[in-house]
């Protein structure tokens, strides 16, 4: 089974501070790993994903998360925020044999203040 | 590119009422999702369609919810009859295939207020 959890239904950072977005999942099987961004009125945008190969993966918009097996773990960071980042990011995990659905997490809204 | 289109944006409707959403995937995108997303939570396929054919539909309430895929093109996705409990955005996405990599493109959705 598989389920994701995302630490923190609510962020808040200053413009120019680090970005972090916790993204803890449970899988039976290798996972693939995705984070989405939504804004206000819009649908789901894929950031970034990780499959296979290299654990730290980029994505648009300057963020990166690093798939760690032995904490379960694909936090998403962002060296800089920017005000345009404010949003919600969900965290989604699939199998990656296929045949099972993709499962998002509760999301986490990020604010950034001026 | 065109993205994934969906209509109507918004709908409010009473309990018990009957309502149908629309979309229209990216052209040569075979794989169509459904989600629901309630507010405070992440998206839940409702049903997956690859071409005409449903691939997944398990979390579909079937005593209320259908959908189809005329065509393999656009969808529709009806409720009826609406529960107050059915108030969440739907959220239609496609793919060019239904490998578990693939991209997902998302529409805009349609936010449903049941009352």
């Known amino acids: 089974a598989q389920s994701v959890t995302q630490l923190g239904s609510h962020v808040s950072v200053s413009e120019g501070a680090l970005v972090l977005l916790r993204c803890n999942y449970s899988?039976?099987?290798?996972?693939?790993l995705f984070w989405y961004v939504q804004y206000p009125n819009q649908g789901l945008q894929l950031l970034l994903k990780?499959?296979?190969?290299?654990?730290l993966v980029k994505g648009i918009n300057g963020f990166e998360a690093e798939f760690k097996k032995s904490e379960t773990s694909f936090h998403l960071t962002k060296p800089s925020a920017h005000m345009s980042d404010a949003a919600e990011y969900f965290c989604a995990v699939s199998p990656n044999t296929g045949g099972f659905k993709t499962i998002f997490g509760a999301g986490t809204r990020l604010f950034v203040k001026a | 590119e065109a993205g994934v289109a969906q209509s109507p944006r918004y709908k409010i409707i009473e309990k018990r009422q009957s309502v149908a959403f629309w979309c229209n995937p990216i052209s040569g995108h075979a794989t169509l999702y459904w989600y629901q997303q309630i507010l405070g939570q992440g998206p839940k396929l409702l049903i997956q369609?690859?071409?005409?054919?449903?691939?997944?539909d398990s979390q579909l309430p079937k005593d209320r919810f259908s959908a189809e895929r005329l065509k393999g093109v656009d969808s529709t996705l009806k409720i009826q009859p609406a529960k107050l409990e059915d108030s969440a955005v739907y959220l239609c996405?496609?793919?060019?295939?239904?490998?578990?990599?693939?991209?997902?493109?998302f529409g805009p959705g349609t936010r449903l207020t049941v009352t």
């Open positions: 369609f690859q071409n005409n054919g449903v691939v997944d």
């Open positions: 996405a496609s793919s060019l295939d239904s490998a578990v990599g693939t991209r997902k493109d």
């Open positions: 990780y499959t296979t190969g290299a654990t």
């Open positions: 899988s039976s099987v290798p996972p693939y």
